[in-house]
C-alpha cells in the first residue's frame, strides 16, 4: 500500500529551528545558536528573500560577531540589509543599520558608527521598533562615553534602562546597568558601581545568561584592579575566562587575558604577563576591536617599562595612542599622554 508523503514545510522547519538558534543565543551560546542557525537556512535554501531570510541573517551574523568574528558578521550584515530592502522591511532595515553600527564602532570608526546608529533610529521610529530605539540609545551611550563625555553617556543608558524595564527586557536592563557601572568606575565612585554589578550578576544568573556574566565579571574585574584588589580581579577573571571560552569568545577571551596580564605584572610575574598579552593580542585579529588593541598595546608597555625597557615602552605607547587618537576616544589617550610623560622623567 503506498501512503502519500505530505510535502515539507521548510518554512515552518526553519522557524522551529531559529527559535532554537535565539534560545541559544539569548543563554549566551552563541556557537550553538550558530548551528540552529546554519540548519535553518539550509532549510530556506533555494526559497524567496523574505523578511525572515532577512532576521536569520543578522542573526547569525550578530553570533559571529560575538565570538568575535567581525569581517564574517559584516558580510552577513551587508546581505541581510539587502534582503530587507528587496523585501521593503524597514524594521529589518532598522536593526541591522543597528548592527553595523556596532561592527563600525568596534573597528574605531566613530563618526560612521554614529551616523549609522541615526540611520537605525530612524526607521526603528518609522517601523515602530520601540526595543530597537532603546538598544539605538545604548550604543549611543557607549559613543559618549568612548569620547568621555560622561554625563552625556549616563543620560543615554539611564533612559535605555528606564526603557528597557517598562518593557520587561531583561537582557536590555542588564546591558544599561553595566555600561551605568563602568562610567561610574570612571568616575571612581567603585561602591556604586559595584552595587550595579552585583544586580546585573543576580539578573544573569537568573536568566542563565552566560555572555551578561561573562561581560559583567569582566568589567567587575577591571574596577578590582583599579582599587589595587587583585585577588578578587583575578577571581572574576578567572570565571570570566572559563565562560568565554565556554562560549567560543575570543574577544571576550582577549579582555580577560589582557586583565589578568594586568594582575601578573603587579605581582611581578612579567613573563606570564608578557605571554597572556601576545595570546590577547592574536585573538583580536579576528574581534578588531581597536579600542581594546589599544588597550592591550598600553598594558605590553607597562610590562616593557617594568623589564627596564623604556625604548620599547615607549614605541608601544605612541601606537596605542595613534590608535586611541584616531578614534577620538579621549580618556585613554589622556591615560597615555600621561604614562608617556612619566617616562620621559
Known sequence: MNVMRRPRDHVAEARELVQRGRMAAMRGMPVEALGWYDRALAALHGGPRTEMLADLLRWKATAHRECGDTATAERLYAESHDVAVEAGYTAGAAHVANCRGIVAQRRGELSVAAELYEQSASLAERAGEVRLGVMVLRNRGILHAIRGEWDA??????????????????DGAMRALNNIATVEVRRRRYDVADGLYRRVLDMAHASEDAMAECICLLNRAEMFVARERLAEAELACTRALDLATRCQDGLRRATGLKLLARVRRERGDLTAAEAMLTEALDLTDRSEDALLVGEILQEKAACRNAEGDGKGARSL?????????????????????????ALTR
Open 153 to 170: 553617556a549616563v543620560q543615554c543608558f539611564q533612559q535605555s534602562l528606564e526603557l528597557a524595564e517598562g518593557m520587561d527586557d531583561t
Open 317 to 341: 605607547l605612541g601606537l596605542a595612542l595613534e590608535l586611541f587618537d584616531g578614534m577620538d576616544a579621549r580618556p585613554y589617550a589622556e591615560s597615555v599622554r600621561a604614562e608617556l610623560a
